[in-house]
């Protein structure tokens, strides 16, 4: 008798995932690229027959390489910050003995939490002309007149460091709370300081959460729009705000195309350097 | 002392962490006309106006709907994706992992934008809120099928073996064994399935159609032109709604909600 469990043909589990990942994910992504060499159209998003030219238009526009520069700029410094503001508190919430552990954690879980128009929207409450920054630093006579945070890289960079510090701290933690603590008692009894055990020990041990850390961070500070768009406003645009402006308001398909995949290609480049140059090994997940 | 320091240094970040909710939740109670600091008085004024404004009121029936679909549908996919991949998957077995966590390997906004341009492309548009809901699914699913796959990994296949040579069908053994073990993870999943879909914005921004704005999308627009303390009300009331509904499952439910 036939039934209809999964012993039979277990293939047919993993069917409706397979379908829904080709046919809207595979399929989509190699459109994509077509579209970046399709040719502009006049009313319509993009016109008959295929051409070079958009992706010509981005190399000989100091526009577009001046916000695929500054783009980068903020995804590396970004990611920077974030992982030499995090990598303190993950060692400390890696260890097993910490007091206020679980308290500590939901801290640092609950940005996650809370929706990233919410969050981009209290630092445009924190970092206005009018906010709470600098409004506490005029009272107390620090400055007289409002310091520029937003509007600009530095605004959006603060927020960013705060919207992606979760997915450095988490990644690294978990690495750190995978350390047998008799390593680090053995080189202790053995006479190395404090300082040699974090440079010889905790910190090559915690290598592999520190690479998952960063390139999350950095692949979604590159790809943020919310953020940038919120905090930048019209004065600073990064890529990922011009390309779906671009897509949104101007119907220019193509060009938003070819320069949504420009940003990609630069971004996995830059992850790929990055892997080389801390020796990563390849692991999904 | 070292980590004296430390501690204090981390008690720092925390409250960097905490500032801009805690400075959203504080302007939801200001009763001035604008966003002041320091605020001009407390008052309930901007809960009223929310909870009258027709716009905010459909973007969260949308968003609620929305989650709802998203959850179920990738609660099963992703569930029977996991079922077949820790049980039956051999060499395959990376190929699929990577493919599963492929929507949230790649960036959101290329996704979002692929998917635009595939619905118009086979003639769909946005005109239902068909793209809209695929897109919410793509970006859910690698959540279910962590969580489910993470609580499958303990799972030994001798007891299936056991419960066949007592002669269970391979239907029961799937419903009496496989079935509960799976149960934590896949509650787990929907649950952040579920949440994950309530705060998805380039998605939902590029595929929305008209009338179709979830609360992200309806909070942005709004924030572009209005500077009354009624968004910071709708934010408030939407991470009270969040934070409720993982305490919940947590503490009367008892699942374990991770990410990583």
Not at chain 2, 4 to 30: H, R
Not at chain 2, 34 to 57: C, D, H, I, K
Not at chain 2, 130 to 152: D, R, Y
Request: charged letters at 10%; a positive charge; glycine letters at 8%.
């Amino acid at each position: 008798m036939q039934t209809a469990s999964p012993g039979n043909r277990p293939y047919l589990l993993l069917l409706p995932a397979a379908i829904l990942l080709i046919v809207f994910m595979a399929i989509p992504y190699l459109n994509i690229l077509v579209t970046s060499f399709r040719n502009p159209g006049q009313g319509t998003p993009y016109a008959d027959g295929y051409t070079l030219m958009n992706y010509a238009r981005i190399f000989s526009s100091p526009l577009y390489q001046g916000q695929l520069f500054n783009t980068l700029w903020i995804g590396i410094v970004t990611t920077f910050a974030t992982l030499v503001i995090g990598l303190p508190v993950a060692f400390q919430l890696g260890r097993a003995d910490l007091r206020w552990r679980g308290l500590a954690y939901g801290i640092v879980l609950s940005p996650l939490l809370v929706g990233i128009v919410i969050r981009s929207y209290g630092w445009t409450i924190l970092l206005g002309n009018n906010g709470v920054i600098n409004r506490t630093l005029i009272n107390l006579g620090l400055t007289e007149y409002p310091l520029p945070l937003m509007y600009n890289s530095l605004g959006i960079i603060i927020a960013l460091v705060h919207v992606f510090l979760p997915f450095m701290i988490l990644p690294i933690m978990s690495a750190v709370q995978s350390i047998d603590p008799a390593v680090v008692s053995a080189a202790r009894s053995l006479g190395a300081g404090r300082a040699t055990v974090i440079r010889r020990i905790l910190l090559p041990l915690a290598m592999p959460g520190i690479q998952a850390g960063c390139i999350l961070v950095f692949v979604l500070s590159l790809s943020a729009y919310v953020t940038p768009a919120m905090i930048g406003g019209l004065r600073v645009k990064t890529m990922a705000v011009t390309v779906v402006d671009a897509l949104l308001d101007t119907f220019q398909w193509p060009l938003g195309a070819a320069l949504a995949l420009m940003l990609s290609a630069i971004g996995a480049v830059i992850v790929m350097i990055f892997a080389r140059a801390t020796r990563m090994k390849w692991k999904v997940g | 002392m070292a980590r004296q320091a430390l501690n204090i240094y981390s008690v720092i970040i925390y409250i960097f962490l905490l500032l801009p909710i805690a400075v959203v939740v504080g302007a939801s109670f200001n009763s001035g006309e604008f966003l002041t600091f320091p605020p001009q008085g407390f008052s309930l004024r901007w809960y009223v106006a929310f909870l009258n404004n027709e716009v905010f009121m459909r973007a969260i029936r949308t968003s609620l709907w929305i989650a709802a679909v998203a959850m179920v549908v990738s609660g099963i996919i992703g569930t029977m994706a996991a079922v077949y991949y820790v049980n039956y998957a051999a060499r395959s077995k990376e190929t699929i992992r990577i493919a599963m966590l492929s929507p949230l390997l790649l960036p959101e906004v290329l996704t979002a934008i692929s998917l635009l341009f595939f619905v118009y492309a086979v003639g769909i548009g946005t005109t239902t809120m068909f793209g809209l809901l695929v897109g919410h699914v793509l970006i859910t699913l690698p959540f279910v099928f962590m969580n489910v796959t993470s609580s499958l990994e303990g799972y030994d296949p001798d007891w299936s073996m056991a419960a066949q040579s007592l002669g269970a069908s391979r239907w029961t053994r799937f419903r009496r064994i496989t079935l509960p073990l799976i149960k934590p993870g896949v509650f787990s999943g929907c649950l952040f399935a579920f949440v994950i879909s309530f705060d998805v914005f380039t998605i939902s921004f590029m595929l929305k159609s008209i009338g179709s704005s979830t609360l992200p999308i309806q909070l942005f627009d709004y924030l572009k032109t209005n500077y009354t303390p009624e968004a910071a009300a709708v934010s408030t009331v939407s991470i009270v709604v969040t934070i409720l509904v993982v305490i919940i499952s947590e503490k009367v439910l008892g699942l374990r909600v991770h990410r990583f």
